[in-house]
């Protein structure tokens, strides 16, 4: 069986939305306590809403740890807000900088 040629990151995306669906089974999406994001000591940065800015996180689902394609929506120096789409749901969260590497395009993400 050959590549898709239109497609080249579909095969890579549907497998991502597969993943996430199986780990969301396994529990709730966890986020970073208030006590460990210290947002009243910390300065917020919101990210714009035009042009999103696209990520790849470690997000964890219950004991379920998944790589996968996120929209950043805010950050401090220590941590960052995520955004994921799990079947049409958009779930939020709170991870350390770390889980977090930036990409360019969403695109990239597949590649």
Known sequence: MGTNKRYPNLGPQLAEE???????????????????????????????????TWGRAWLRFGDTDVRCTVRIMRWTSAAVGVSVDVDGEELRCWVWQ?????LAARED???
Request: a positive charge; zero cysteines.
């Open 109 to 111: 993400a597949w590649r």
């Open 18 to 52: 597969r993943e996430l669906r199986e780990a969301r089974k396994r529990g709730p999406l966890q986020s970073l306590t208030s006590d460990q994001l210290r947002l009243a000591t910390q300065v917020l940065s919101i990210a714009p809403e035009r042009p999103p």
């Open 98 to 102: 770390g889980a977090v590497d930036g």
